[in-house]
């Protein structure tokens, strides 16, 4: 059979010694979306979706709306019904041709669907997505939310751009249990995943210029470490679910193997360390607000 994988998801793989779990989980990567995978996403009130600018940038957002927004046309065409955000870099990002990224994720089952493909209709409003990849994720380190809007429609009050991150934004980035990250290859397209653990997880340094983060087991295929490996640029997105903010940083990712590093996480196999380039905060940016129902048991302590 020949293999999905491109040359930075082997290398992880081959490091991390998986390539014959790998190899059978590759089974479960397919270009057409499934009709169970066509009800989850009729279900969904966001995605998370990763897209590149034109500096090659790497960019992770956040689109929501009510179920049905987000839908299989057929087997292997989605359309989504949404409207980037003012400041999102989304906006600039989308293009007929152009790479996109889905993680459409249900935070009150755990249960996650990634998607890769690329334009074929952009208008305002809409979106129309031919997928590459389709496949779901393993539900481990989710942390169950249920989630409620307050409005119906998002109501973004503002939003500001800069070089460096806030104090503010520091403590909201440390007490953060979730966050998402968007990743890039020329074969693999662009990809947005889901990280999670126990708040404190993700640390900054003083200068608040470089945080890093752990890798924890997963699913063997390293999608994400395999982009970062050929291609450092990478999104974060962290969402604040009291009051519907979000944070967006753009910088560059560096997988650490060193195994005095990895210790210095419970539970860790590897650590990533990344560089902020850029910050976008978006005030007001989501209706939805969820509340913390359990952390994952599959967490760390």
């Keep these: 059979m020949t293999t999905q994988y491109h040359e930075g998801e082997l290398a992880v793989q081959a490091r991390a010694g998986v390539?014959?779990?790998?190899?059978?989980?590759?089974?479960?990567?397919?270009?057409?979306?499934?009709?169970?995978?066509?009800?989850?996403?009729?279900?969904?009130?966001?995605?998370?979706?990763?897209?590149?600018?034109?500096?090659?940038?790497?960019?992770?957002?956040?689109?929501?709306?009510?179920?049905?927004?987000?839908?299989a046309l057929d087997e292997q065409t989605i359309e989504i019904n949404a409207v980037p955000l003012p400041g999102d870099p989304l906006a600039e990002n989308i293009h007929a041709g152009g790479a996109l990224g889905l993680l459409a994720i249900d935070l009150a089952t755990r249960r996650r669907m990634r998607t890769n493909g690329s334009i074929v209709e952009y208008t305002q409003g809409r979106i129309v997505l031919r997928t590459q990849q389709v496949y779901a994720n393993c539900h481990k380190y989710i942390q169950v939310r249920t989630l409620y809007a307050e409005d119906g429609q998002a109501r973004p009050v503002g939003f500001k751009r800069t070089q460096q991150i806030t104090e503010v934004q520091r403590q909201w980035i440390e007490r953060a249990d979730t966050f998402f990250i968007a990743s890039y290859h020329p074969i693999g397209g662009t990809d947005a995943s889901h990280r999670g653990g126990l708040p404190g997880f993700v640390q900054?340094?003083?200068?608040?210029?470089?945080?890093?983060?752990?890798?924890?087991?997963?699913?063997?295929?390293?999608?994400?470490?395999?982009?970062?490996?050929?291609?450092?640029?990478?999104g974060l997105l962290f969402l604040d679910?009291?009051?519907?903010?979000?944070?967006?940083?753009?910088?560059?990712?560096?997988?650490?193997?060193?195994?005095?590093?990895?210790?210095?996480?419970?539970?860790?196999?590897?650590?990533?360390?990344?560089?902020?380039?850029?910050?976008?905060?978006?005030?007001?940016?989501?209706?939805?607000?969820?509340?913390?129902?359990?952390?994952?048991?599959?967490?760390?302590?």
């Design 19 to 71: 390539q014959s779990e790998a190899s059978r989980i590759n089974r479960s990567i397919r270009s057409t979306i499934p009709p169970v995978a066509q009800e989850f996403l009729r279900n969904q009130e966001m995605v998370i979706v990763s897209s590149v600018d034109g500096e090659g940038r790497v960019w992770a957002s956040l689109l929501t709306g009510n179920p049905g927004f987000l839908k």
């Design 204 to 234: 900054l340094d003083r200068s608040g210029s470089r945080l890093t983060f752990p890798d924890y087991a997963g699913n063997r295929m390293f999608q994400t470490l395999g982009n970062l490996t050929s291609n450092p640029h990478a």
């Design 241 to 301: 679910f009291d009051n519907g903010c979000t944070l967006q940083l753009s910088g560059r990712a560096k997988v650490i193997w060193d195994k005095e590093r990895v210790a210095e996480f419970a539970g860790a196999e590897r650590v990533v360390e990344y560089r902020i380039d850029e910050v976008v905060e978006i005030a007001g940016a989501s209706p939805l607000r969820g509340e913390l129902v359990e952390y994952s048991p599959f967490l760390p302590d």
